[in-house]
């Protein structure tokens, strides 16, 4: 049983389990300093629902996946990478997209919750409800994003989802320690801290999704002579090559082995292959540069943090 491929989801979870622990308490902090602590069992059925409907959609994923696959056997090969590479795609796309938003918007966050939690109380009799979608919302949104990631490792069994499950319960741990034991923690370095290994993870996918396609056209190329055209670069006479990446440039099996610790580790955490060619190389470098350059620009231009909308909720 591999565990190590528990280790991606796992962290991706605790990061935006943790966004959504930090919503999640500072709407309990207003309630109480509003005198509405009568409204909290909503803010805990949106908590709820929203981990149910993010498990529901991972279900639905998994049958999507399992009726597309079985629609032709003879395509098994080809549909399963496919699947994956547009999976990992979507994934890349969704994290990349809110850890940079979020990042932007983490100096207003308290002010943002404040004023959805304000208009919702100001409509009396559906301020339940009104507390409930805000919470539903953040739950879910921060669920999709794991739900995409695992769905673009379905091939990898179970563990992913217990990996998401123990990231679920740490964040709910540090939600706790924040809200409720007062333990102060440093969220500001946190989040920077697990942005920096999600755009690593992130830049891994890049890799990943790469190989993903080149296996789903590989596959679809040998299926018949009319398309083995498709494999544009083919390396003769060695044993390992690519089928539309381009040439290896670098061969580290005998160094570090990605089936073996802790090429293993680095494979399942940030991507790591013993073989890794001129396509994906370029991807790698190119999703840093872009994607990367903007998230370290992002919180390099950010003055308040969280940590200081946390404390002004606490003691207005």
């Known amino acids: ?5 528990a280790l991606p989801t796992f962290v991706i979870t605790l990061r935006e389990g943790v966004e959504a622990a930090l919503v999640v308490g500072i709407v309990l902090a207003l309630l109480k300093k509003a005198k509405q602590s009568q409204l909290n069992p909503w803010v805990y059925a949106g908590v709820g629902v929203g ?3 993010s498990a529901l959609i991972g279900v639905l994923f998994s049958v999507l996946i399992q ?11 080809v549909v399963e990478p496919m699947l994956e590479g547009i999976f990992s795609v979507l994934a890349i796309i969704m994290l990349s997209w809110m850890l940079i938003w979020m990042t932007k918007q983490a100096r207003f966050m308290k002010a943002t919750v404040e004023g959805a939690v304000t208009e919702a109380l100001t409509q009396n009799s559906n301020a339940g409800w009104g507390v409930f979608t805000l919470i539903l919302v953040a739950v879910i949104r921060e669920g999709f994003e794991t739900v995409l990631f695992i769905a673009a490792n379905f091939q990898q069994g179970f563990m992913p989802a217990v990996g998401a499950i123990s990231g679920l319960a740490a964040a709910v741990a540090i939600g ?3 809200f409720k034991w007062g333990v102060k923690i440093n969220i500001r370095q946190f989040f920077q801290v697990m942005g920096v290994l999600l755009v690593l993870i992130v830049a891994g996918l890049v890799v990943s999704a790469l190989k993903h396609f080149d296996e789903a056209v590989a596959n679809y190329a040998l299926s018949s002579r009319a398309t083995e055209s498709l494999c544009f670069y083919y390396e003769r006479f060695t044993k390992v090559h690519s089928c539309i990446l381009g040439p290896m440039v670098w061969n580290t099996s005998k160094v570090l082995p990605d089936q073996q610790f802790p090429g293993v580790i680095l494979k399942s955490l940030f991507g790591y292959r013993e073989n890794l060619y001129l396509v994906q190389a ?6 840093l540069l872009s994607i990367g350059g903007l998230y370290f620009r992002s ?11 946390m404390r002004s909720v606490k003691n207005p």
């Open 1 to 5: 049983m591999n565990f190590t491929t």
């Open 51 to 53: 981990i149910a409907v």
């Open 67 to 77: 009726a597309l696959g079985a629609i032709n056997p003879q395509y098994t090969s």
């Open 176 to 178: 706790v320690l924040l």
């Open 282 to 287: 370029v991807g790698y470098l190119a999703f």
């Open 299 to 309: 919180i390099t231009g950010s003055s308040p943090s969280v940590a200081k909308n």
